[in-house]
């Protein structure tokens, strides 16, 4: 195949006569593994200069998005823009074949007319540029255009490249598509996990030309080094064959015209690059070495490499192995800029450094994408479905990762063992048409299908054993033939709904266990359409938040009138009636219906307890928390929405719906609400030792330090407490707004978490959108999370990882008071745990109040919290775990010493145990994390 493999599935039909087209014009094998897309070219053609065959992009897009083309300049050169005129999609993929394990470069030019800005074009685009679903980088609109490249190991036996835009009001555009497969070259060898985003290639030496394909195999372009850099240019005598001095093997193909010119400098060679991003990330930089000067022998051109001031390398030389190539490369973590100098040795060199080459790689985290089993069978139920539904709009939107970031119109997913599975399809009421998918009983992890009201027709299939449904509705549609037996006798199966098939056989299967089954197989009753109308609103909210809904309904129905007391388990197969709305409970979630007891105060009872609102005692998100006295007695804290509060209702529905439903020693119980007069209050027990942000640093701090034991159990109360938020009803909670003031201490000192008004359900089925909204609090917010917008439970790891921070050094997580390098508690800990000064950042309050190896498991852990990549974090149960050891061994110290003091010895002290920091557990032991490069130099080759 012309494309080495690469080709485009939908583009098949078409492939053969391209094909034959370019092999008349040039010979195949030049460009294997090569495909190079010119956007909204009219046709195919070869650039003369470079002999690249440039293919139109339209056939290898899926679907056919409508998109508009722009002139971008006089050459001919356009860009495919797609605005905002679809049906609110926001992501557009060229899906391209791969082979498996192979690596490839991907290289996305985006071209602008700044005369088409001023007409209105790309007016407001800000969209990510994805490979796969790990994104590559961001593209803003009204800056110059861009070219972004990266490098991936294929893990699959395809790529989607996609650009997803902010808004829908966005346009995205792009201009060349090119993918080259990187041959014998391998980048990625030992990150197989892991994107390059390029930074820089550059080809030192040479300042006019940039050199790519013919004379780069895989077509990477080695840009000609800007002529303002330092040092003087060094041209190898083009007489002199060097390509027999080089070991070849070792290169990494580096074409022979970028190793022939050099820079060079009688003293030093500084590269500044400072225009990177600003938050930490992980590069790789190669060099490229190559001794130009013919006479020069070994021990004669020494060099230091320094990269960011730490020094790489020492008295390098190129020739000391007896080649005169070299290449090299470094990992480093940084932010904002990098310096790369090199540094002529102090001592026995004569010649200053020279460099040929350099190249610069951000390295990203692979984001794993859904099951591969459930991709593969839903790419081919979608194809089914094309057949007879090209126009559909629910199909135009079906590109890229079924399930990530958010899933396909109408499909649901959940996550299984870390990997996205698709659990769920609705294509109710979306004009289908044409056959059932034949493909479709093979969804391994499908539990809810729901084809209804649609013009299906022809039989249904039959399905295998292992399948999991649980609900199936084929209603009002035009089946034919018989129900299959393997599909009513499916063992999770509870509702099974196919009435109103008009041609449709209403014989069950004998074994047919009517007990065990809903069903509807009647005709095309009133009622049946009542349902239909009804059940739409309610189907298209995730079967949680079904239930959610339906216990905040049935609290509304009772509110502010009467004690609501509720317990125990709906009858998941009775139909819930209520007023003139018929609501079929779906599936068997029932873990999430547990006892609820929420009482209802009226607007005068909470008056009376609070005295008019007297003592004010918090200020939040949500509104104002004031402290009063129930009429029983009882302590408590009155949370009253604002009247500025725009988040409030949506904040109070959360907080609602989850507090009535989720209950733990160490998270902060609702007692009650009221909703009166438009009122949203929320009643809580007071906590009477308040926050532990007050009691590390707060007005309290001052009167009573806290010990490092009750630190340390503080914390690990609030770890259990987040730890079964995270895993609440096998479903994860995320709290989103963890800090050291939403940990409130009870009498005992116990911790308990407050505030889940940030709260939200980890992103699932039906969950569009929301998770594009950051939020949390500045000084705890994950910077993972800040930047890529996908949110996770590891994202508030990052958050509690800030407040143990807050606990070990006694300081508040931002403070522009201190000085520059003291601002963020992340950096300026991170900075002396490196150092293993630990006595530095300890709160002074504590000092030689603690078990140094205590302490030291919690500096652990905190350090791996707080680790960039979310991969690399821990989960709360580990955690959970080594907060339990920490405490055990602080107690059994604290017992020891006191055994110790009743013997009249001294007062307690720390024991110093010599540590250094040790790497945190990562979860892909085969991979250092970016910490390590920083603390162990690389390992000489
Ligand atoms: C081909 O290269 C020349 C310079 O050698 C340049 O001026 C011209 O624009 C290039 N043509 C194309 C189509 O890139
Ligand atoms: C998509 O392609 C079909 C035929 O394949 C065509 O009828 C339809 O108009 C196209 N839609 C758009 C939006 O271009
Ligand atoms: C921008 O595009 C217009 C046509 O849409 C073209 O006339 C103009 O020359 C282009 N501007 C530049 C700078 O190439
Ligand atoms: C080449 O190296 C020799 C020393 O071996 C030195 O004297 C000479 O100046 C060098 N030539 C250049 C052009 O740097
Ligand atoms: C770059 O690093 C070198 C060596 O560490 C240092 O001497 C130099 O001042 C640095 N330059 C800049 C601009 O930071």
């Known amino acids: 195949m012309m494309m080495g493999g690469l080709f485009y599935n939908w583009g098949l039909a078409i492939a053969p006569q391209l094909l034959i087209l370019i092999i008349l014009i040039h010979p195949i094998t030049a460009q294997e593994g090569f495909v190079s897309l010119a956007c909204c070219a009219d046709t195919n053609f070869i650039d003369q200069n470079t002999s690249i065959e440039w293919t139109q992009d339209s056939q290898w897009l899926f679907p056919n998005y409508s998109s508009t083309c722009a002139n971008i300049n006089n050459n001919n050169e356009k860009s495919r823009i797609f605005g905002s005129n679809v049906l609110g999609w926001k992501r557009y993929c060229y899906h391209f074949n791969t082979i498996k394990g192979e690596e490839y470069l991907i290289r996305g030019t985006f071209l602008v007319n700044e005369s088409s800005n001023s007409n209105g074009h790309y007016s407001s685009s800000l969209f990510g540029v994805y490979i796969g679903n790990t994104l590559l980088s961001r593209v803003k609109a009204f800056r110059d255009s861009v070219v972004i490249e990266g490098s991936f190991k294929a893990k699959r036996k395809y790529i989607d490249f996609c650009l997803e835009k902010d808004d829908e009001g966005d346009e995205a555009y792009i201009s060349y598509l090119e993918i080259r497969q990187l041959q014998n070259f391998s980048y990625l060898s030992k990150f197989p996990s892991r994107i390059f985003k390029l930074i820089a290639r550059l080809n030192m030496g040479e300042s006019t030309l940039d050199i790519r394909y013919p004379n780069d195999p895989i077509d990477r372009i080695w840009k000609a080094s800007p002529s303002f850099l330092n040092g003087s240019r060094f041209l190898l005598d083009p007489n002199i064959n060097i390509s027999s001095k080089f070991n070849s093997n070792a290169s990494l193909g580096v074409p022979l015209e970028v190793l022939r010119t050099a820079v060079t400098h009688p003293d030093q060679l500084v590269f500044l690059h400072d225009d990177l991003d600003t938050a930490t990330n992980e590069y790789r930089i190669f060099f490229h070495f190559v001794e130009l000067n013919q006479t020069v022998e070994p021990g004669q051109r020494l060099f ?154 022809g039989n249904i299939p039959s399905f295998p054993t292992s399948s999991v449904l649980i609900s199936v509705d084929l209603r009002h549609n035009d089946f034919r033939g018989e129900l299959p037996e393997s599909l009513a006798l499916l063992p999770h199966l509870i509702t099974l709904n196919f009435g109103c098939n008009p041609y449709f056989g209403k014989e069950l299967p004998p074994d047919f266990n009517m007990s065990r089954l809903t069903t509807d197989y009647g005709t095309c009753d009133h009622l049946d359409s009542t349902f239909r109308k009804k059940g739409i609103v309610i189907g298209t909210v995730a079967s949680g938040a079904v239930l959610f809904t339906i216990i905040f309904g049935v609290i509304y129905v009772y509110c502010c009138r009467q004690k609501f007391v509720f317990r125990g388990r709906y009858d998941l197969k009775r139909d819930l009636v209520m007023k003139d709305i018929i609501i079929s409970l779906p599936s068997t979630d029932d873990a999430f219906i547990k006892s609820i007891c929420i009482q209802s105060f009226s607007l005068k009872s909470i008056e009376a307890a609070t005295q008019q609102y007297k003592t004010l005692i918090g200020e939040g998100g949500f509104g104002s928390v004031y402290r009063g006295t129930l009429s029983d007695g009882e302590e408590v804290a009155v949370k009253v929405r604002s009247a500025t509060s725009t988040q409030g209702t949506r904040e109070f529905e959360n907080e609602l719906n989850l507090l009535s439903t989720i209950r733990h020693e160490n998270l902060v119980p609702l007692l009650g609400y009221c909703c009166e007069s438009d009122q949203q209050i929320l009643v809580y027990p007071f906590m009477s030792n308040g926050s532990l942000q007050d009691r590390l640093y707060g007005e309290l701090a001052k009167r009573k330090t806290l010990d490092w034991a009750t630190r340390v159990s503080i914390a690990l109360g609030a770890a259990r407490g987040l730890t079964y938020l995270h895993t609440f009803a096998g479903r994860s909670v995320i709290h989103r707004d963890v800090k050291s003031s939403n940990i409130l201490l009870d009498h005992s000192m116990s911790a308990k978490v407050a505030d889940f008004g940030f709260s939200k359900y980890a992103p699932q089925e039906g969950d569009s959108g929301a998770s594009l909204e950051v939020r949390g609090t500045a000084g705890y917010l994950d910077p993972e999370y800040y930047t890529t917008h996908h949110l996770s439970a590891k994202s508030d790891v990052f958050s509690f990882g800030v407040v143990l921070l807050e606990i070990i050094c006694g300081r508040e997580p931002l403070n522009i008071h201190k000085p520059r390098n003291e601002w963020s508690l992340v950096e300026w800990a991170k900075t002396n745990i490196r150092e293993s000064k630990i006595e530095e950042i300890v709160d002074p309050s504590i000092k030689g109040g603690y078990h140094a190896e205590a302490m030291w498991r919690v500096v652990e852990v905190a350090l791996a919290c707080i680790e960039p990549y979310s991969a690399y974090r821990p989960c709360m149960a580990d955690i959970v775990r080594e907060l339990e050891d920490s405490l055990i061994i602080e107690n059994n110290a604290s017992e020891y010493m006191r055994s110790i003091d009743s013997f009249g010895g001294s007062n307690r002290f720390s024991m110093v145990v010599d540590r250094k920091v040790v790497q945190p557990p990562t979860p892909t032991p085969t991979e250092p994390s970016p910490i390590s490069h920083e603390l162990t130099p690389p390992e000489p080759r």
């Open 304 to 457: 230091d490499i320094y990269i960011n001031n730490d020094k790489k390398a020492t008295n390098f030389d190129i020739l000391a192995h007896g080649s005169n190539y070299k290449w090299e490369f470094y990992d480093v973590l940084a932010n904002g800029s990098l310096n790369l100098t090199l540094v002529k040795a102090s001592v026995g060199s004569e010649l200053g450094p020279i460099c040929s080459a350099y190249e610069v790689m951000q390295v990203r985290p692979w984001i794993q994408e859904s099951d591969e089993n459930d991709v593969d069978v839903f790419l081919k139920v979608r194809d089914e479905l094309l057949v007879a539904n090209q126009q559909n709009e629910v199909l135009g939107s079906w590109s890229g990762d079924p399930c990530l970031p958010i899933p396909w119109g109408g499909l649901g997913c959940d996550s299984i063992n870390g990997s996205s599975v698709i659990t769920k399809l609705d294509l109710s009421e979306h004009n289908f048409k044409g056959l059932f998918p034949v493909s479709l009983p093979k969804l391994a992890h499908l539990q809810t299908l729901d084809l209804s009201n649609n013009d299906f027709t």
